[in-house]
């Protein structure tokens, strides 16, 4: 059996610094990642995926859509 507490607050998470330059961009910024088409961009554009999805889920003003250029993976704030 299991007390339950009644008035106990939810801490609070400390939201990691991003890498990326996400909260400084404007709707149609967008900021390139330098890399060269092999395994280091599949592996560049996976991180920027996973950041841009907690960035969404922590501010759902935020969206950005990034997709591979020739010489990198880039990022553009679209909403």
């Known amino acids: 059996m299991y007390q339950i507490d009644k008035d106990?607050?939810?801490p609070v998470e400390n939201v990691p610094v991003s890498a990326y330059p996400f909260?400084?961009?404007e709707v149609g910024d967008s900021f390139l990642i330098p890399?060269?088409?092999n395994r280091r961009m599949l592996v560049d554009a996976h991180l920027v995926g996973e950041a841009i999805?907690?960035?969404q889920q922590i501010n759902h003003s935020?969206?950005?859509k990034?997709?591979?250029?020739d010489?990198?993976?880039r990022v553009w704030r679209i909403i």
């Not at 990034?66 to 250029?69: A, D, L, R, T």
């Open 8 to 10: 106990i607050p939810i």
């Open 53 to 55: 999805r907690f960035r």
């Open 23 to 25: 909260s400084s961009m």
């Open 66 to 69: 990034s997709h591979y250029v």
């Open 71 to 73: 010489n990198g993976v």
């Open 35 to 37: 890399c060269k088409k």
């Open 62 to 64: 935020f969206y950005f």
